[in-house]
């Protein structure tokens, strides 16, 4: 069977990065600025953001996912400039999101949930089944698809969005903390999964487990307070703590080194 | 190969799994086989008499199939029309069908018992008439009834042309109850709330590109209510001013409103994106 794919995932990439930011700020509320000034330009791979809570990653997720309107600065995602006004239809086809708490219909299936989102996001009418099949089949609901929403357990739930977020072949995959609710066996698929998606996406993965980026991430971008603090590789992040840092692992204490020297109460509750 | 098709000897000895057949003889007759169904159904039939033993692996594995599969049931066939109606009515519908509902139930019961004193010459069912669908335009698009409101808004849908698919649904479903409650009560013409009615949509959607649809739609709501319900509580009497605006003769002024409304929908169409 031949992959779904559309006029514009074979046309030529006229964009040096699948996401460019420059000076991004995006205000929540009336004052407080989630994404302070943000510069950053990911390619294909799967990025880890990662960042203490309240750092920003949920904003800058829903930005990305353009849910929430850039406050200042320049937005690009796949060579669209993302304004505060504009028809985006053409851009948000190529974007899979999976929010944090992703709301669903319980009476739905699996099937008929992720066919309802395919039909939202645009998948050619006569793609929507092999597309809904294919995606099912990769987070392993194959065998519970026709089962209704509302039976899943948590870890299946997460699964099923994150079917609905890869159902119409994304070039931009955002996904914010997918790991929640997963348990060890599921992560590591899951791990496995996001290896495979990063091969030919962008995918972004938000999360506050400093082994998931570890083990899945081919970059990482350490995000604290609205700003970037290091954006490079899993090793770059080890390198950077000492012996005389918190953690468990080479990568966490990297991660109390990096927070704790940009001014981040890291350690803290 | 004779003609167009592989010759009877050549499937026998693929069947048998010859393995002094040329590598080039087997590709050329594979990719034959792909696209000639006489020839595969050859195939088959030599199977069955130069094979005995795929055959007999074949039977087998078949055998241990047949009750797994007759163990799968078949999911019940309702999914095209699950996702028919989802595709115009929000799958999250049941809230504002319960609140149409009940608000237009409310209205008859208060047309029975009330003193025509009361409302006047007014009927109640014709003072909520007019914004009763706005009830349901705001519940369509509220964030906290529709559980996959944070999907919806980032899909390619979302915007104006998933606004007024919902939007007619809501219209669907609401005038032709309001049309039957003014039959049955015989106190409303048609001609008095349906024209305001559609104008009330139609701003609460071009306020919506500024504010929000659901928050435009509630406040037209509440303004209405604060015009009509306070004042008719208050001295026992709907407002003069109001009863004449919903007078038959005013109708082009509503007529106006709804231009403008569609008009500003139309001029900000792109604005719809984040709602």
Known sequence: ????????????????WEIRASGLRVAVGRKKMAVDGLDLSLGIGTHGLLGPNGAGKTTLIRTLATVLRPTEGELELLGTSVGRIGDYRALRRRIGYLPQDFGYYKRFTVREFVEYMAWLKEVPKADVPAAVQRAVERVGLADRADHRMKTLSGGMVRRAGIAQAIVNAPAVLLLDEPTAGLDPAQRLRFRELLQELGRDTCVVVSTHLVEDVAAACSDVVLFADGRLVIQGTPDDLAAAGGIEYPGDSPLERGYSALLRNSGQQGGTW | MSGEHASRRLIDDYARGDATMAADTVWALEAHLESCAPCRSHLAASVATEAPDVAALLDTVRAGLEPQLDAAARAPSRRHLTRRVSAWLTPAMAPWLAVIVVVTLMALLL????????????????????????????????????????????????????LLRRTTAVLVVVLPGLLVGGWLTGTMAAAQWLLPSLAFTSTALAMGSVVGVTRAATGLLVAWGVLVVVPASATGRVPHALQRVLQPDQLPLWGLLLALGIGAVIARRNAYSTL
């Open chain 2, 111 to 162: 047309n029975a018992v009330a003193s025509p004193t009361f409302f006047g010459d007014t009927s109640p069912l014709l003072l909520i008439a007019p914004v009763l669908p706005l009830c349901g335009v705001a519940a369509s698009w509220s964030r906290g009834l529709d559980p996959a409101h944070e999907l919806t808004t980032s899909a390619a849908r979302a915007g104006l042309p998933l």
């Open chain 1, 1 to 16: 069977m031949t992959p779904a794919s559309s006029a514009a995932d074979t046309a030529p990439k006229t964009y040096p």
